[in-house]
Structures are given as C-alpha cells and as structure tokens.
C-alpha cells in the first residue's frame, strides 16, 4: 500500500455551537501537542478529558480515535469514528481515517467504501484518491486504479491542481530546464511540431545561465518557458497489449529456483518484456512530459505513478509480473513504481534500500548507449540488514551501511547493464548503479523502471517444504 497518513480535525475541537469554551480548547490543543510528540498515551488522556468536557463533539471522537489507531487498537479507533460520523454522517475526515484503520487489519473492501465515500465528498482529497489508486490495483482492477491516479495527476498539477506540487512548477535546476528542451527537441522532430520546437528553444534560453542547484524561476523566466512549465504538456500513448505483455519463456522454475537459492533472495534475466511491449514502453516513456522530480536525487529526474507515470501498459506489465511470478508474488500487490532518468553519462545511484518486500528493476536505454558493456547495471548486496534497521536511516546513515558492506565484499550480485533485463530482489537488499558511462543524447539516457511489492517486512512465500 502506498503510504498514508491519519487525518486530524482541522477545525478547533473546543468549538460549541458558535461559541469557542475555553476549557474545551485548551483541552484539545494540550492533546494535539502531545499527540504530536509522540506521546500517545498522554495524549489519548487529554482527549479523553476533552470528551468528557463535550461528549458529543465529533472533532474530540476523531482525535481520540487517530490517537488509538497509532497506539495499534483498530477496533477501538473505528467504534470512534463510528461515533463521530454519527454526530456528523458527512465527515470526510472520519471516513478518511476509519479506512486506514480498517485497512490495518486487513480489510480492504470496508476500506474501498469508505475511501470511495472520502472522495464523493471531497474530490480533492489526494490521499483518498492516491490509496484508492493503489487498492484497486490489488484487487486487479486496472481501470479503476488508472481513473484515480489520473485524478491525483489533476490534483498535483492539471487545471484544478492544489498546492501539493507547487515548488516543482515554480522551481529549476540547469539539467532539469535542458533536459525538457532536449525532450521538446525530440518530440519536435517527431511529430514535425512548431510548437516543441519553439518550447525547445524557451527552455534552452532559460536553462543555458540558470544555476546548477535547486533555485526559484523568476516571473520572467516563468513567463518565457510558460505557464504549463513542469506539467503534462505532451502524454505519448501507451495502451495495453492484447495478449500479454511480457515475453514467453520457459525459464520461469529456474528463475524462481535461482531467487530462492540464496536467502537474500535475488535474480537476473533478460527479456522480459515482448518486443511490443518494449517498444511501446520506451516510446512513452520518451515522449510523455511526464519528468517532473528533479531534486530527489541530483543527476536524474524521475516519475511516479500518482505524478503521470501511471498508465495503462505499466499497470498491465505490473499485473503480468505478479502473475507469473505468483508463488513469490501472490500476496504481494503493486505498492509503488517509478522510472528514473540520469541526465549525465555517469549519473548514478548511491547505497539504497526500497520499503518493500520485492523489488524488480527493468532497464530500457539501448545497449549501444551504454559505452561500458561489462558495466552500468546493478550491483545488490546479498547480505540482508539487521530486521531492526529502519527503512528511515538508509538514506541518513551512509557511513553506518558502507560499513556493512564491508565485512563481506564478496558476497555481492553484479549485474551488467542490457535492454529489457530485469533485476527481482528483496527490497531491504543494499543496491546502487555499478559505475555507468553512457553516451550523451537524448535517447541515450539511461532509464530504468522499478516496480515495488508488497510492504517493507512483509514476508515473501517460502518454498514448499516436504
């Protein structure tokens, strides 16, 4: 599941009718504070204080119910949101958080129904929208997951767009601004459009003497590249594939075999889109103005399904994999997926992890760009972290992971980069980028797309026992 977030009351918990009781406020605001520093049981006894003071106020019953849902009572959370939306039955937030409580324990439909009612009432809510997204597709229905995340798309930057996404369409950095003039250039030539050539040449003016780092656009610069800057100027098509989009083999056991052979859990093969698939794919991905992060890490833009990479061929490819991978995957639905794009020839990614529980990674560049033919892919650590390292601390904690690494340097799956090969692995593996060099040009830069499963710590099916 995409990640989540509770919703607290926005509105002042000590309001009565139209009159604001001191007491009630003060009340509520102590518990929101502690709540906020984490010290949930002192903070569940000041809501409780607060319901006690008001009953009947449904902010107190939300409040309280958040409190005990982080504090892992579920069913207690959820008879408080009941109550809530009982004082108030058109209560987004109510419903908004008694979804994520109901999907902690395991029940998905209940969930649909409440985020399905969240996003009647509210059609902006983009955390609705996006879980709502990512659910479908865990029941197999693409078109409906499609529908919501073209929503969250709307949200973060189409015509009725919120402030979710507000610094990326007023922000630049040199290699993002040039980037998308190389991308209009290419689009230019291939549909023989004035219009890309004439963007091509704005974003040019504007990146040649804009700074390195991250920086603020000027009203003039915004004015020369254009009020759509950083949004969905041009979506190449990308259709699903009638009869299936992932290459036919007959390697499948030996693959899974190979996965399960070490207990870190890894393998590489190649091919695994069809030719089609692979076409279609590399062509969206050129086409579509779909790059819009560039400060998540320097030397590469990147896209998320919620942010215009979902479309229908991914979420087809997706499902295929889940499918054919089912006794590694059944239980595993799709939780996020991404493409990045280094922008320099040796852009690459330092010591990572994914929160996930497997995780595939498929390269698309041709290999006649990549100028190291024994290089460029991947390398994965096979030596699994501790359980109780945190997801949080592998970006913070470089010197602790290089560390780790190690004490066994030899155990370690070096990958080569190749067109259309794919990498599945567990997703708490320590992986980076070995050592690319490709060529410069558009259609050079080396793309990949990630596909993650399942949740960081979900166990993955263990092989059948006699």
């Known amino acids: 599941m995409a990640e989540i977030k509770a919703t607290m009351a926005s509105e002042q918990?000590?309001?009565?009718?139209?009159?604001?009781?001191?007491?009630?406020?003060?009340?509520?605001?102590?518990?929101?504070?502690?709540?906020?520093?984490?010290?949930?049981?002192?903070?569940?006894?000041?809501?409780?204080?607060?319901?006690?003071?008001?009953?009947?106020n449904p902010a107190v019953m939300l409040n309280l119910g958040v409190v005990a849902a982080a504090r892992g009572q579920y069913r207690e959370a959820i008879a408080l949101f009941d109550a809530a939306i009982a004082r108030r039955p058109r209560y987004a937030a109510a419903y908004y958080n008694r979804a994520l409580a109901a999907l902690s324990l395991g029940e998905r439909q209940a969930a649909i129904g409440d985020l399905t009612g969240v996003c009647a009432l509210q059609p902006e809510h983009y955390d609705a929208h996006r879980t709502l997204g990512f659910l479908w597709l865990a029941q197999g229905n693409r078109d409906r997951a499609l529908d919501h995340f073209a929503r969250t798309y709307e949200l973060r930057r189409g015509d009725d767009r919120s402030d979710l996404a507000a610094k990326s369409l007023t922000q630049a950095t040199r290699d993002k601004l040039l980037h998308d003039a190389e991308q209009f250039r290419f689009l230019a030539g291939r549909h023989q459009s004035q219009r890309f050539a004439a963007l091509a040449r704005a974003y040019e003016d504007v990146g040649r003497d804009f700074p390195e780092t991250l920086e603020t656009l000027s009203a003039r610069q915004i004015d020369r590249l254009g009020e759509d800057y950083n949004g969905p100027i041009h979506l190449g098509a990308a259709a699903e594939i009638a009869g299936g989009a992932l290459s036919a083999r007959s390697d499948l056991?030996?693959?899974?075999?190979?996965?399960?052979?070490?207990?870190?859990?890894?393998?590489?093969?190649?091919?695994?889109?069809?030719?089609?698939?692979?076409?279609?794919?590399?062509?969206?991905?050129?086409?579509?103005?779909?790059?819009?992060?560039?400060?998540?890490?320097?030397?590469?833009v990147a896209s998320y399904l919620e942010d215009g990479l979902a479309c229908p061929l991914i979420l087809q490819i997706a499902a295929e994999i889940r499918s054919r991978f089912a006794v590694l995957l059944e239980q595993q639905p799709l939780t996020q997926a991404w493409a990045f794009k280094g922008l320099k020839p040796a852009s690459a990614i330092d010591i990572h992890a994914d929160d996930g529980a497997v995780s595939l990674n498929l390269w698309l560049t041709p290999d006649a760009a990549n100028r190291k033919p024994d290089r460029g892919g991947l390398v994965v650590s096979m030596i699994p972290p501790p359980d109780d390292w945190s997801i949080g601390d592998y970006a913070a904690d470089q010197e602790r992971i290089a560390a780790f690494l190690q004490r066994a340097p030899q155990q370690?799956?070096?990958?080569?980069?190749?067109?259309?090969?794919?990498?599945?692995?567990?997703?708490?593996?320590?992986?980076?980028?070995?050592?690319?060099?490709?060529?410069?040009?558009?259609?050079?830069?080396?793309?990949?797309?990630?596909?993650?499963?399942?949740?960081?710590?979900?166990?993955?099916?263990?092989?059948?026992?006699?």
């Open 412 to 466: 370690r799956l070096t990958v080569p980069y190749r067109e259309n090969r794919a990498v599945l692995f567990r997703s708490r593996l320590f992986h980076w980028s070995d050592a690319p060099e490709f060529a410069d040009g558009y259609e050079n830069h080396r793309i990949n797309l990630t596909l993650i499963y399942g949740r960081g710590g979900t166990a993955v099916a263990p092989a059948a026992r006699p």
């Open 13 to 56: 918990a000590g309001k009565d009718g139209h009159q604001t009781v001191p007491e009630l406020a003060r009340l509520a605001e102590a518990a929101s504070a502690l709540y906020q520093a984490g010290r949930l049981a002192e903070a569940e006894t000041a809501y409780r204080a607060a319901l006690a003071f008001a009953p009947d």
């Open 253 to 300: 056991g030996v693959i899974v075999g190979a996965f399960r052979a070490n207990p870190a859990g890894a393998v590489t093969f190649d091919d695994l889109l069809s030719p089609e698939a692979l076409k279609r794919l590399k062509a969206f991905l050129l086409e579509s103005t779909i790059w819009h992060d560039f400060n998540h890490i320097g030397g590469f």
